[in-house]
């Protein structure tokens, strides 16, 4: 039999298996299982749970709480960009707006100190993805994405948009400050 001619028993389905094909298929279900319990397991003892937290809600109600947000606890303007930089209080709702083709406002965050961060878009599906933690969510609009996050170290880090979202998908790019206070 060759994958070129048709088989010379017609019911080659039932000609007995070969042993190293019986063995490969072994080999491939038993790695199947493997695969298919470790996320259960990898769920419960991993460390890298991303939330399932997801609401509806729509673009005016998102950026207004955003607004909110920016009213009181803006502290001075991200010179970048010309965008509000925002130092809520440890242990509060924060909001970040994707948009064509920004992230609004800029977060200042303390160090072990846990928020709830709530992402969404205005009007097509963008990524969070923040470097170099690695973390990588979508972003979509209608929905209000939550997730805590407790940062673990000071710095200036990246968040890049990780969707393409158009001519402007490239320059999708903002700040994220964490301090120690
Ligand atoms: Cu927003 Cu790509």
Known sequence: M????????????????????????????????????????????????LSNEAYRTSPEAFSKKAQ????????????????PVVHPPAGSDVYLIARLWAWWPVLELEQGKSYRLHLSAMDYMHGFSLQPANI?????????????????????????????CGIGHHKMVSNLYVVNK
């Open 2 to 49: 060759s994958a070129i001619h048709p088989p010379t028993a017609r019911l080659w389905w039932k000609q007995p298996i070969d042993r190293v094909e019986g063995t490969w298929i072994a080999i491939a279900f038993l790695w199947c299982l493997i695969m298919f319990f470790m996320m259960p397991y990898w769920h419960i003892t991993g460390k890298q749970n």
């Open 68 to 83: 909110d947000m920016v009213d009181k606890h803006t502290v001075r303007t991200d010179t970048d960009q010309n965008i």
């Open 136 to 164: 990588n969510l979508q972003v979509i609009p209608g929905y209000e994405m939550v997730v805590t996050v407790t940062p673990n170290q000071t710095g200036k880090f990246s968040i890049i948009c990780n969707e393409y």
